[in-house]
């Protein structure tokens, strides 16, 4: 069974500033789907973003880019220009295929300081 | 992006009641619907998939007789929760997958349910 772990309950950043939030998972496949998601106060989920463990490219999407070491089984996410609207609970999920079923992380309460 | 639809958002219910959470999809055909439970500061759970037109497939330690589940449609997947007691509070968050071209998975907005 795949696991993910995130290992920082709370992290904080000033505004403007740059922070990474951290994720490891543990799976035998060799390909598969790992996704960030956010969920503020409103409690809606919002995909922030994702990757292929088949494409060596990082992605990145605006101000979130992802640090993704497939050997190492670590997918962390930064987040550059912190903004108040990121304050937000932060969550790495595992999934085999796009669209099925995600394993989730604890989660990261990230708070953004104005 | 696709819309996916939960009602009611909020809900109260009295010990020993069951209530009806609906999520629908509301511009596209969902095949499969995902269901996970929320604990107050922490993470969700995959409860059971839902497959249109066939049983859903429950993860291990749910009760599929407490936690009902019907797919009768492409747009809409209903959870009952049977007979309710406080310790089934919880929020309450659906999936849909579009089977279209993108087969991204679309997260409802919640339900919270309270059983007092």
């Known amino acids: 069974a795949q696991t993910v772990t995130q290992s920082q309950p709370e992290m904080s950043v000033q505004e403007a500033e740059t922070v990474t939030l951290s994720c490891t998972y543990d799976?035998?496949?060799?390909?598969?789907?790992l996704f960030w998601y956010k969920q503020p106060p409103s409690r809606q989920m919002i995909l922030v973003i994702r990757?292929?463990?088949?494409?060596?490219q990082n992605a990145t999407e605006n101000r979130f880019s992802v640090n993704f070491q497939k050997a190492a089984k670590s997918f962390s996410l930064k987040i550059s220009d912190s903004q108040l609207g990121d304050t937000a609970m932060y969550f790495c999920?595992?999934?085999?295929?796009?669209?099925?079923?995600?394993?989730f992380g604890a989660g990261t309460i990230l708070r953004v300081k104005s | 992006g696709a819309v996916v639809s939960q009602h009611p958002s909020r809900v109260i219910c009295k010990s020993g009641t069951s209530v009806k959470i609906e999520c629908r999809s509301l511009d596209f055909q969902a095949t499969t619907m995902f269901w996970y439970r929320q604990f107050p500061k922490q993470s969700l759970m995959l409860m059971a998939t839902s497959n249109e037109g066939s049983k859903a497939t429950y993860e291990q330690g749910v009760e599929k007789d407490k936690f009902l589940i019907n797919h009768a449609s492409l747009t809409l997947s209903t959870l009952t929760v049977t007979s309710a007691h406080p310790e089934d509070s919880s929020f309450y968050i659906c999936s849909a997958r579009d089977r279209g071209g993108v087969l991204q998975a679309f997260f409802g907005q919640g339900t919270r349910l309270t059983v007092v």
């Open positions: 999920a595992f999934s085999m295929e796009y669209g099925n079923k995600l394993v």
């Open positions: 799976t035998s496949e060799s390909n598969y789907y």
């Open positions: 990757q292929e463990a088949y494409k060596q």
